[in-house]
C-alpha cells in the first residue's frame, strides 16, 4: 500500500468519525435570526479525531486583502500523516467584516472553520457566513454616514480658524499652506480650532 493512499485512508477514518455537527450558535441581528456552528465546536470536534488518527494541517501559504471593512484571506495548509510524512496540499478562503485590525484574524477563523468541514465533508446544514448580508451591510452604512457627518461637522469649522488666524496674523498669508500642511498630516479642523484658541487664550494671558 502505498504511502498516499495511507494518508486518504486516515483522512476517510476522520470522515467517518465526524459524520454530522449541529448547530451551537446563534445569529441574531434587526430581523435577521438563525442558527449557526461555532468555529469552536467544529476545531474541538474534528481535533479530536486528527490526533487519534495521526494527522495534522498546518498553514504554509496565505494571502490577504482588505476592501473597506472586509478582508479576505485565501491560505494554503498541508494536511500531513505523521507516521510517514506523506501529505496534501488543501487550500481555503474565508472573509471577516471588522472597522479596526481584527477583520485578517476572522478571515482566518473563518477558511479555517470551512476547511474542516469541507475537508471532511461535514454536513451541518448551516448558512454559508455566521455574519449575515443584512448585518454587514448595515454596519458598512452606519460606517459611512458616521464619517461623512464627521467630515461635515469637521468642515464647519473652518471659517472659525481662518477667522482665528486672521485675528493671531492680522490676514490671512501662510493660511492655505499651514491648513494644506495638517490636513495631509491628518490633524483636522477640530484640532487646528482648538491649537489656534490656546494661542489666543495665551496671548490673552500675555497681555493682561
Excluded: C
Excluded at 16 to 25: A, H, Q
Excluded at 98 to 110: L, S
Aim: glycine content about 6%; aromatic content about 6%.
Amino acid at each position: 500500500m502505498s504511502e498516499k493512499v495511507k494518508l486518504y485512508q486516515k483522512i476517510s477514518a476522520v470522515m467517518k468519525d465526524v459524520e454530522y455537527l449541529s448547530k451551537d450558535d446563534k445569529v441574531e441581528f434587526n430581523n435577521t435570526k438563525y442558527k449557526a456552528i461555532s468555529e469552536e465546536k467544529v476545531t474541538s470536534t474534528v481535533r479530536e479525531s486528527l490526533v487519534r488518527n495521526g494527522l495534522i494541517i498546518i498553514p504554509v501559504e496565505q494571502e490577504h486583502r482588505r476592501e473597506g471593512t472586509l478582508s479576505t484571506v485565501d491560505t494554503k495548509y498541508k494536511i500531513i500523516d505523521i507516521e510517514t510524512g506523506e501529505y496534501e496540499i488543501i487550500v481555503s478562503s474565508g472573509t471577516g467584516a471588522d472597522t479596526q485590525d481584527k477583520g485578517v484574524g476572522k478571515a482566518m477563523t473563518y477558511a479555517y472553520k470551512y476547511l474542516l468541514l469541507r475537508t471532511f465533508a461535514i454536513p451541518t446544514g448551516e448558512d454559508p457566513d455566521k455574519v449575515s448580508s443584512a448585518e454587514l451591510d448595515a454596519k458598512q452604512k452606519a460606517e459611512e454616514e458616521k464619517r461623512a457627518k464627521a467630515a461635515e461637522e469637521d468642515a464647519k469649522k473652518l471659517p472659525v480658524i481662518k477667522a482665528k488666524w486672521e485675528t493671531l496674523a492680522g490676514n490671512l498669508d501662510g493660511f492655505e499652506e499651514w491648513h494644506s500642511k495638517n490636513i495631509k498630516s491628518g490633524i483636522t479642523n477640530e484640532q487646528m480650532d482648538k491649537l489656534l484658541a490656546k494661542k489666543l487664550l495665551d496671548r490673552q494671558k500675555e497681555a493682561s
